[in-house]
């Protein structure tokens, strides 16, 4: 199968300085998989005609990236588009290096979307898609919704004594956002609320201290703690799979699409709220070495199946089913 992926050369997530490198690992492992025949860059507007390809991904994950392809609806190929952030509104201004974005809402990047011909859109959060995008697409929603978590790439391996909690700081991370959102999407009140407890160790997001660790770095803040908070009320954000990935035990908030990856409590991770935070927080710091099996199987879990490896290796298969079943019919 041929791919043809489009995307904006200067997209900020896919800079090496964005304070997030896993979208840009997505991004190279999709184009450096092995399996597919050719890979053509298209960034730049164009007719569909230019394009030779089976597959075609809009690598655009914030729909900022506002592209012209003449009668792509029209193409062969199997479509798809990556849509990050469902409850994204349409807005319009400018990043700290000066440069103009327009990131379209969630009503205009489906009118976009059908407009081109899209046959799947690749969403990491179940519940935002469902909210935010889903209610538009009518009975389509459920047939055009391609699910893979936020996979960041692996970028250490955990062994020997480097993977023992009782060798690292004894003491709970606590790092990210408290943003506060809006009426009806509030994605990190818990967070706020936990990060004021004295039982964790709160470094400041790097976008607050550019100093702090971040991007290809963030790995190496996560290896010198034994446990950090992935908090989110919406979605399973990178954090909930950078934690496992570095051997810390992860203390999460509960989300279903945490529970599909099959993450369960007290075996992958401990699942923490309001009424139990305290007391599993407390004890974690009381006997570290106990949880050690439960770090050592959240890591597995993620690097067996989560991985930028894995979301690409998926998307393979996924768009080979479709190509399979459009050649018997």
Excluded at 7 to 36: C, G, P, V
Excluded at 70 to 91: A, G, M, R, W
Excluded at 224 to 234: G, I, P, Q, Y
Excluded at 317 to 324: A, C, F, P
Aim: net charge negative; charged share 20%.
């Amino acid at each position: 199968m041929k791919l043809a992926i489009v995307y904006n050369r200067d997209d900020h997530k896919l800079s090496t300085e964005s304070y997030s490198q896993t979208y840009r690992h997505m991004f190279d492992a999709l184009i450096e998989h092995n399996e597919w025949e050719n890979v053509q860059h298209v960034t730049e507007s164009c007719h569909s005609d230019d394009i030779d390809a089976d597959i075609i991904i809009i690598y655009d994950i914030h729909s900022s990236h506002h592209i012209e392809i003449e009668d792509l609806k029209f193409h062969k190929s199997i479509k798809y588009t990556y849509f990050n952030d469902p409850h994204q509104p349409d807005v319009r201004g400018q990043y700290k290096d000066g440069t103009l974005v327009h990131k379209l809402g969630a009503q205009e990047r489906i009118v976009r979307a059908l407009q081109r011909g899209i046959n799947f859109i690749i969403c990491p959060y179940t519940d935002g898609y469902n909210k935010f995008i889903a209610p538009s697409l009518g009975e389509d929603a459920e047939l055009m919704f391609v699910w893979f978590p936020v996979a960041p790439k692996r970028l250490s391996t955990i062994s020997g004594s480097s993977k023992l909690l009782i060798k690292r700081h004894h003491k709970i991370l606590a790092n990210g956002h408290t943003w506060e959102g809006w009426e009806g999407f509030r994605p990190y009140a818990f967070r706020a609320w936990a990060h004021q407890r004295p039982q964790l160790s709160l470094v400041s997001h790097c976008l607050h201290s550019p100093h702090m660790y971040r991007g290809n770095s963030f790995h190496l803040m996560l290896n010198r703690f034994a446990a950090a908070v992935a908090l989110t009320d919406w979605y399973v954000v990178p954090k909930y799979l950078e934690i496992p990935l570095a051997g810390c035990l992860c203390f999460a908030q509960q989300n279903k699409d945490y529970e599909r990856m099959g993450f369960k409590d007290n075996e992958h991770c401990i699942y923490v709220n309001r009424h139990n935070f305290d007391k599993a927080t407390k004890s974690f710091l009381q006997d570290i070495p106990f949880y050690q099996f439960i770090a050592d199987n959240g890591r597995k879990l993620a690097e067996n199946n989560y991985t930028a490896e894995h979301f690409a290796q998926y998307i393979f298969n996924h768009s080979k089913e479709q190509t399979d079943g459009s050649s018997n019919n």
